[in-house]
Every structure is written in structure tokens, then in C-alpha cells.
């Protein structure tokens, strides 16, 4: 007799999505559908996407999305949450949306202890442009606008959106992970599901960063950009748990 | 019923809660203030949200939200915030969001005057936000006009699924005078089946975007904004004719300065000039026929056009009438407001160049 061992989270439909062969976006996804339908909030769960690759997600959730203008999802997901506040609502942004253009929303729905979820994907690079340069690519990584290297003198150093958003008191959870192997993609899931459940408590606003891939705007292959992910990234954006705000029992 | 003395902000709140506005996101800007400051007492009382929002930006994003998720929200600001909020806007079209906001009008360009001022009619008729799209504009003569018209604006948003502007000058705002609260017609307003709060019970997902990657399917889309913009040029069209029967010259203008226009025009009766105002309440939709029709009247010599701008409602007024008749202009700008005397001194020496 068969038996199933694996198959589609119910939190995803079934239709194809449009990110290239090893973008981790597609990986994440699929966690965060895991951990909504074992919380068993797919009914009423609303997700805010962002402009950048992940643009089309309320198109790939079995649950309710709304897309929001550039960088401007936790104000979306502010006008939800207030006046909805039994509803979980996360955000799911990129970096140039969050870290650049969406800098001064994510970081005063941060400072307010906004009671939604956001994840936050840092490939470090604008993917869907075509690979401009982001608040997060690395020093000397090239991109089609820094084409010799990012250079700190003309740029500055990337931003570490986790560690920044945790120095003001409303963030009550930020932790940063990656999906580049097994142990690595059930710790972010782990981490997922407690951003949810502290949402859920109403404990404050709680965030997860995932280093993620761009193989096609890296030029590599998906491999060596998982690869890269661990050793160079997560050098400069070190994973573990950044905040953790404990609440008295 | 009895008649009450409001401020005009706080009578445009006040009617907002009592036309069911349970959201509302604002910023701190003169000359409004007293709408944020009053909501943020009174929303909580009502059962409804108030947040000060981080920027202007923020606030019509977070009007957005609430919109996405069935409820109704405004946003209030005033010139320079407005071309913030211009985003949002856009966005609010293109998902087909209700919401109301409030200009206040100030003297521009820039950071320009706190002083009141109409020179936002391009921004609010001709280009709400980028891309092909329109708005309902409102602009009230009278703190009663702009109670009644802010109650309106939540059910015209509602029915069109479209943003409603009340376009005010700051006036407006600061005036203070008595008002009548009004029972509101109860009107049949479609269901929110769109909103996004949560699956329906057959697993039915809700994606509010204002994203369509097909072209062909954008163009159709835009097809059927047109549409409703049809609709509303057909429905929604409201203007106020005074002393037009008999009019040698009609005086076009609107809020405030229609009723400065007003006074001139009485003025100047007594003098033995019969001078009319005709006042658009809607800016978008225009009422272009009604000007058209009363300025066609054999009487007329003159449609003069009197605004705080340096002439862009003018441009209505010249497109209705094609020609017809002579269209001058007046205006006084940068939150300067024009008197009653400058106004019929324009009157007259218009009348006596089409004598010479």
C-alpha cells in the first residue's frame, strides 16, 4: 500500500509560481504556508506583498493578500491589523522594498509594537529590476549599478535591518535565518511559527529575516548560491535570534 | 432642529464619524489640524481606529489597508501633504478602494503659505495619481455644505469602489458657523465581497492589487474605469446657479470664493447690474452643460471666472463654453483671497469694455 509522504501545503495553490530555478523565495512560501495551516489560521489570515519579485503572492497563498505600493506594506498591514485585530497579518517584503524605499514604514510599524508578522527577504540585490544594487548588497559585490563592487566610500556599508529594527522597544521578536539547507530551513520554520504565535498573544511586532537567493541577478548557480548564503552572507548578517522579548508568565 | 456653531475641521470629523467612518490616519499639517486632533479623542468613543501616522505617505497607505479590509477610512491633509498622498491615491483607483480624504487648501507652490488657497483643481480634477484615473472631487461653499458633503463622500466612495475628495480651502477649515446635524437618507450600498478579511467559508481567497502584468488585461481594466467614470458624469454632477435667470454677466466659482463672488454679485444689483454666480459643488464631474446652458441665455455678455489660483478652473469654464462667450478671469493667489470690491470692479470694467 502507498502512502503519501509528501505533497502541496494546503496554505499554497495549486498553480505554478514565476521565480527562477533556486530562488529561495518558492522555499519560504511554502514555510510559511506550512506554519499557517498547522496553526490553523488560513481562514483568516491576511497576507500585504510588496513590490519586487514576490509582487504576485497573493496569487501563490491559499489565503486572503493584498498587494501594497512600494515599501509601503506595514502601513498596509497597520490599516489591517487596527482595525482588525483578531486577524493575523503579516507582511512579506524584500529588501529593497523594506530596507530602501520601505525604510521609514517598517521602521515605525516597529517602533509602535504593530501587532503583525513581517518577513523579510534579503537577497541582498533589487531582483525583479534586473540586479541594481541594494541598502543590503555586501561590500564589493557587483551589481548592474555597482558594477565594479559595492563601494563603502560611494555607498556606505549594507544595513542589518534585524539588528536595527531590534534597538526600539516595540519589536518583541526578530530572528535572522536561511532556507540554504535542512537544519537551516526547519530553524526558520521554527522561527516563523513563533512570530506567528507571538503575534497571536499580541506580544508586539515580531520579525523574521531570511537570507535568501538570486541566481540569476548573483550569477551563480543555484548551488554555489546557497552556498554563498553560508559562507559569505551570513558573515556579514550573522543567523540566531536577535531579540526575544520575555514575557513574565 | 437645532442649529450648533462648528469649526469647520471639526464639523468635517465630526460628520465623518457620524457617516460611519471607523478608520481614520493623518498628519500633522496647517490648516487641519483640528481633524486629527479631533479624531484622535473622538474615534475611540465611535468604536473606531485613530492612528497618527509616521509621514503622509504612511496614512493614505494605512487608509488603504483599512479600505482593503472592508472599512471605512479617511485621510485628511492639506497641499503639500496631498502630493504625498498622490500614491496612495493612484493605488486606491487602481484596486478599486473606497476612501474619503480631505484637502484643506493652502497656498502653494511649495511649501508656499498656511493661508487658504485653490490651487490644487489641476492635482485633485486632472491628475489625482499617475495613471489613467479619476476621482470624485466635492468642494463646499459652507461648513454645512461640508458636513453634509463629507457624509455623502463615505457613500459615493462605497457605490463607485472609487476615492472621493472633499477639496476645501483652508477657510473653510478655520471658519466657524452654525449648522443643522441632518438625518442621512439611508442609502443601498453593495456588499464588500472583495475585502480581504479572511477566506469565505468555500475557501474563496480575496487578493486586493492594483497590479495587472497583462496589458491587454490592464487596458481592459482601465476600459471599465472609464466606464465608471461615465457612470459618475452621468449621476453625480451638483452645481448651484444664484441670480443666473436674468444675468448679464455670471460669476463661475467655487467654495469660498463663490460666496465672496456672491456678495459682489449683490453688490451690483443694487448698482443695476445683473450679475449671477454659478457655483460647481462637483469639480470632477464638472457641470459643464449647466454652465453651458445659462451661459448660452441671450443676456450674457460675460462668464467671468474668479479663483484662488492663478486660473485653473478657468479651463473647465472655457472648455463648456467653446467659445460661446467671453470667458475673462480673476484670481488671487498664494493665500492671498480676493474682496468683494476687487471682485465687482472687475465686473464692471469687464461690462464696459464690451459696451466700447
Avoid at chain 2, 49 to 73: D, P, T
Avoid at chain 2, 114 to 125: L, M
Wanted: charged fraction near 20%; charge should be negative; aromatic fraction near 8%.
Amino acid at each position: 500500500m502507498s502512502k503519501i509522504v509528501y505533497q502541496r501545503s494546503p496554505g499554497l495553490k495549486d498553480v505554478e509560481t514565476h521565480y527562477c530555478p533556486g530562488c529561495h523565495h518558492g522555499i519560504v512560501h511554502k514555510l510559511i504556508a506550512e506554519v499557517l495551516t498547522e496553526m490553523d489560521l488560513l481562514d483568516s489570515a491576511v497576507g500585504v506583498c510588496p513590490v519586487g519579485c514576490s509582487v504576485l503572492a497573493g496569487d501563490y497563498f491559499n489565503c486572503d493578500f493584498i498587494e501594497a505600493a512600494h515599501g509601503r506594506a506595514p502601513a498596509v498591514a497597520t490599516g489591517v491589523k487596527r482595525t482588525h485585530p483578531q486577524l493575523p497579518v503579516f507582511t512579506y517584503q524584500g529588501d529593497g522594498d523594506l530596507a530602501s524605499i520601505g525604510a521609514a514604514e517598517i521602521m515605525h510599524a516597529a517602533m509602535r509594537g504593530e501587532k503583525f508578522t513581517t518577513i523579510f527577504i534579503n537577497n541582498a540585490i533589487y531582483g525583479m529590476t534586473g540586479g541594481q544594487m541594494a541598502p543590503t548588497t555586501l561590500e564589493g559585490q557587483k551589481s548592474t549599478t555597482s558594477q565594479s563592487g559595492r563601494d563603502r566610500a560611494l555607498h556606505g556599508l549594507p544595513v542589518r535591518m534585524a539588528e536595527l529594527l531590534s534597538t526600539l522597544d516595540g519589536m518583541a521578536y526578530a530572528e535572522r535565518v536561511c532556507v540554504a539547507d535542512i537544519p537551516n530551513l526547519n530553524k526558520a520554520k521554527r522561527a516563523i511559527k513563533k512570530a506567528f504565535t507571538l503575534q497571536q498573544e499580541g506580544i508586539g511586532f515580531t520579525f523574521i529575516e531570511v537570507l535568501s537567493t538570486c541566481p540569476t541577478n548573483w550569477g551563480m548557480s543555484p548551488v554555489e548560491s546557497g552556498q554563498w548564503v553560508k559562507s559569505t552572507m551570513s558573515q556579514y548578517y550573522p543567523l540566531g535570534v536577535i531579540k526575544d522579548v520575555e514575557v513574565p508568565a | 432642529m437645532q442649529k450648533e456653531l462648528w469649526k469647520g475641521n471639526e464639523a468635517i470629523a465630526e460628520a465623518a464619524v457620524r457617516a460611519g467612518c471607523k478608520a481614520y490616519f493623518g498628519y500633522p499639517i496647517t490648516p487641519q489640524n483640528e481633524i486629527p486632533e479631533y479624531m484622535s479623542v473622538r474615534m475611540p468613543q465611535a468604536g473606531g481606529v485613530f492612528l497618527q501616522a509616521e509621514s503622509e505617505v504612511a496614512a493614505i497607505n494605512m487608509v488603504y489597508g483599512a479600505a482593503a479590509a472592508g472599512v471605512r477610512a479617511m485621510t485628511s491633509s492639506s497641499s503639500p501633504g496631498i502630493s504625498l498622498k498622490q500614491e496612495g491615491i493612484s493605488y486606491l483607483i487602481g484596486a478599486e478602494l473606497p476612501a474619503v480624504i480631505i484637502n484643506m487648501m493652502r497656498g502653494g507652490p511649495g511649501l508656499g503659505t498656511i493661508q487658504a488657497g485653490q490651487s490644487d483643481y489641476f492635482q485633485a480634477t486632472r491628475s489625482p495619481g499617475h495613471g489613467d484615473g479619476h476621482m470624485i472631487v466635492l468642494a463646499p461653499a459652507s461648513i454645512q455644505e461640508a458636513a453634509d458633503l463629507v457624509a455623502e463622500a463615505f457613500d459615493l466612495a462605497d457605490i463607485y469602489r472609487n476615492p472621493v475628495m472633499i477639496l476645501a480651502d483652508g477657510m473653510i477649515g478655520q471658519m466657524m458657523e452654525p449648522i443643522v446635524w441632518r438625518e442621512k437618507k439611508p442609502v443601498e450600498l453593495p456588499k464588500k465581497d472583495w475585502a480581504a478579511t479572511g477566506r469565505e467559508a468555500d475557501g474563496k481567497t480575496h487578493f486586493v492589487t492594483s497590479l495587472r502584468l497583462q496589458s491587454a488585461q490592464n487596458e481592459l481594466f482601465n476600459q471599465e474605469l472609464m466606464d465608471k467614470y461615465q457612470l459618475m458624469t452621468q449621476q453625480e454632477i451638483r452645481w448651484e446657479a444664484h441670480d443666473c435667470e436674468d444675468a448679464q454677466i455670471i460669476i463661475v466659482a467655487y467654495g469660498t470664493t463663490a460666496r465672496i463672488c456672491q456678495s459682489a454679485a449683490r453688490k451690483l444689483r443694487q448698482e443695476g447690474i445683473r450679475a449671477g454666480v454659478f457655483r460647481p459643488i462637483s469639480l470632477w464631474p464638472y457641470p459643464y452643460e449647466a454652465l453651458r446652458a445659462l451661459a448660452a441665455q441671450s443676456a450674457v455678455q460675460s462668464v467671468l471666472t474668479v479663483e484662488m489660483s492663478l486660473g485653473q478652473m478657468v479651463e473647465d469654464v472655457r472648455l463648456a463654453l467653446g467659445g460661446l462667450k467671453p470667458t475673462p478671469f480673476y484670481g488671487r493667489t498664494g493665500g492671498m483671497i480676493p474682496e468683494t470690491d476687487q471682485v465687482a470692479d472687475q465686473v464692471r470694467q469687464i461690462l464696459q469694455e464690451v459696451k466700447a
